[in-house]
C-alpha cells in the first residue's frame, strides 16, 4: 500500500503490518476540510484492512500539525453567512475524524518531531500512544485570538488532568516536551534523530499481537474508563474470559 491522498494531503506507506500516515499539505500541515477527509478515509480503510495492524501518524518537520487552516476559515467569511456553515462542516468533520482515530481496532501512535498546536495537539491526544523529539512543543492557542481551543480539550482532557489542560487552555501558551511527558499528553521524548527508528521498532512489535485480542482490549480498556468502578469490573472480566477462550490464546499456553 502506497498511496497518496489528492492533493499530497496524506501518504500513506504500509510495511511489516505498520500503516504510516505521513501529513503533507505544506509545512504546517493544517487540518484542512481536504486533510481532515483524507485521514479519516485513510483511517477508516486501515480500521478494515486486515494487513494493517497499527498505524503512525508523522506528521515531519518543524511542525507535527498547526491545526485548522485559518485561511481556508478567512475565505469562508465571506460567505452570506459569514462561514456558519462551512464551520459546522469543519468542526463535525474533525470531530468524526478524531473519534476515528481514537476508535480505530488497530493501535494508533502519534510521532511528533516539532509543534502541534490546538486542532495538531488534539490529533496527538487523539492517538493511542504519541512519542515525540526532545524539540516538540505543545500548545491550546485559541485564547490568543479572541478564542478558546474547545474541541481540541475534548481529546486532551482525556488523556491529562483537569488542571493541566486549564492551564494550557486559559494560558494560550507554549509548553515543552519535558512538561508534556510529566502531564501524560506524550508516552516519551527523545533526540529527534532517535525517533523513527524508535517508533518503527515499537510499532513492529505492536504489529505482532494477536489482533482480535488487541482491538477487544483497546475498546474495552477505553469503555471501562467511562464507567463507575462495579460496572467497569463486569465488563473488563467478560472481555478478559472471551481472551483466555481464544483458541490461539489457549494454544500459545504452557503445557501440563
Known sequence: MNQMSPPDLVSESLADGVLTLT????????????MIAALHRSIHRASEDTSVRVVVIHGPGSIFCAGHDLKEIARHREDGDKGRAYLEQLFNSCGAMMKAVTLCPKPTIAAVEGVATAGGLQLVAACDLAFA???????????????????????VARVIGRKQVMEMALSGEMFDADW??????????MPADELLPFVNDFAARLATRHQPAIAAGKQTLYRQLEMPLELAYVHATSVMIDHFMDPERIEKEPKR
Request: with cysteine; glycine share 20%.
Open 23 to 34: 501529513l503533507g499539505g505544506g509545512k504546517a500541515h493544517p487540518l484542512s476540510l481536504g
Open 133 to 155: 523529539s526532545d524539540a516538540s512543543r505543545y500548545c491550546l492557542p485559541g485564547v490568543n485570538n479572541g478564542g478558546f481551543c474547545t474541541t481540541p480539550a475534548v481529546a
Open 180 to 189: 508534556a511527558r510529566g502531564a501524560g499528553l506524550i508516552n516519551r521524548s
